[in-house]
């Protein structure tokens, strides 16, 4: 097989360091990918740079979306390590508001709570199984670009004694996070006209672990210019079930005082004024606060470049709306997977670039115009007057706070569905993709 020839047929006597597909990246992008490609048949190189089990910083709250790429994984998604949630509580201007899921045919009406420590490595246990070659503790160095086409043909990659290895495909995806160090190699760097966040979060052993809501506080206070300050952004308390829970805070870039913010200390001062029988106290804090970049809304393209393809938080797929990324990594990565099974059924170079070409435009399709939304919301929530106003005369509203949650997660019926999901379907499909 030439180094630009794709086939659907693994060649098991070619070396073990080549593939039909690299994956970079073994988090809930890469393995997802890796699995609906091992699925349809492909010999898929999975690379990891640390080796599981392993922590990674997120809120771990998973919504509905999630819980249905789950299911279709086939991961069953009850007994030990498994909280099951009913909604979102959210806390602000005075209000304390429950808004239980919504009740859809296209997702299930729960979701999930489950820490970072093995979510990631049921994922990529799932892709094993499925038939992909998983090799951890394989950290990626740089891009191998065939000369004359100026394609990438595969990667250089080091394990813990530092002994480099060449690793060749004819196609490579990078699920390499918010860095992606793989991408910014081949020239394709981040958009400083997109959304980004900050999340820090830490655990405490509390009695809310068994909490059965999502938790959110949208009422953080900072320091501008010695004013205390309205931030954009909000506080998260998700009971884990295992005797802790995660509470953490995520704040946007979208106001000037963005970067003055000392976020583990305003993450410290904000747990301080919790009530004492909750537990949020140094004595019972559970490792360090860690913190972590959310790339949001697109910000960096295009997803497919000369045989790389972008996935999750490497091509700034978190939502804009409420910061959630697990989702729409593992929606992108079965989007990226049916696009390369139907590429390589492709009989010529010329079409199957063709057909691989055609993966930004989907992703703009399924995405592009709630993303937009998600900006325009970004740049509405920066303005500390918004804010309040709409915490104070908002939240107590019930039927827009249901529409609100609709939107913020994304979560609505594509063609039947109440006047809520098509006033939302409606300004997606209207606004702009890019």
């Known amino acids: ?53 392993r922590e990674k910083v997120c809120g771990d709250g998973l919504t509905p979306r999630a819980v249905k790429q789950l299911t279709a994984m086939g991961i069953p998604v009850t007994g030990e390590g498994w909280m099951r949630n009913h909604g979102l509580r959210i806390i602000g201007g005075g209000v304390r508001l429950e808004l ?36 951890q503790r394989t950290s990626v160095v740089e891009p191998v670009i065939e000369e004359r086409s100026q394609r990438i043909v595969g990667v250089r990659a080091k394990n813990p004694d530092g002994e480099r290895t060449t690793y060749r495909a004819p196609l490579v995806i990078a699920a390499d996070g918010n860095s992606s160090r793989l991408s910014v190699a081949m020239g394709i760097r981040k958009r400083d006209d997109r959304p980004m966040g900050v999340a820090v979060r830490t655990y405490f052993t509390s009695p809310r672990h068994d ?77 360090n606060i860690r913190g972590s970049a959310l790339p949001m809304g697109f910000n960096r393209v295009p997803h497919y470049s000369r045989g790389l393809m972008l996935v999750g938080d490497s091509g700034g797929m978190i939502n804009p709306f409420n910061g959630e990324g697990i989702a729409y990594a593992m929606e992108a990565g079965q989007l990226a997977a049916d696009v390369v099974v139907q590429a390589l059924s492709r009989p010529t170079q010329q079409t199957r670039e063709r057909t691989l070409l055609r993966y930004p435009q989907i992703l703009a399709d399924v995405y592009g115009g709630y993303y937009t939304l998600g900006r325009y ?53 209207m606004a702009p993709s890019a």
């Open 1 to 53: 097989m030439s180094e630009t020839h794709l086939s659907l047929h693994s060649v098991r006597e070619r070396p073990e360091s080549e593939a039909d597909v690299i994956v970079v990246g073994a988090g809930p992008a890469g393995s997802t990918t890796a699995y609906y490609l091992a699925q349809a048949g492909l010999d898929v190189l999975l690379l990891e740079k640390t080796a599981f089990p």
């Open 211 to 287: 909490d059965d809501y999502l938790e959110s506080w949208l009422e953080l206070w900072g320091e501008s210019n010695g004013k205390r300050v309205l931030l954009p952004g909000y506080g998260w308390v998700f009971g884990v079930g295992d005797g802790t829970s995660n509470v953490g805070l995520g704040i946007l870039n979208s106001t000037a005082s963005f970067r003055e913010v000392d976020y583990r200390g305003l993450l410290r001062n904000w747990t301080q004024g919790m009530p004492e029988e909750w537990g949020f106290s140094e004595e019972n804090q559970r490792g």
């Open 377 to 429: 919301f970004v740049k509405m929530i920066g303005n500390p007057y918004f804010m309040k106003y709409a915490t104070r005369y908002g939240l107590p509203q019930q039927t827009l706070m249901r529409f609100t949650l609709k939107m913020l997660a994304n979560l609505t019926e594509p063609r039947r569905g109440d006047a809520a999901d098509r006033v939302i379907n409606g300004l997606s499909t």
């Open 100 to 135: 239980p899921w919504p009740d859809l045919a296209e997702y299930p009406g729960f979701g999930l709570v489950r820490t970072r420590t093995d979510f990631d490595q049921l994922l990529a246990d799932r892709a094993q199984q499925a038939g992909a070659r998983l090799l």
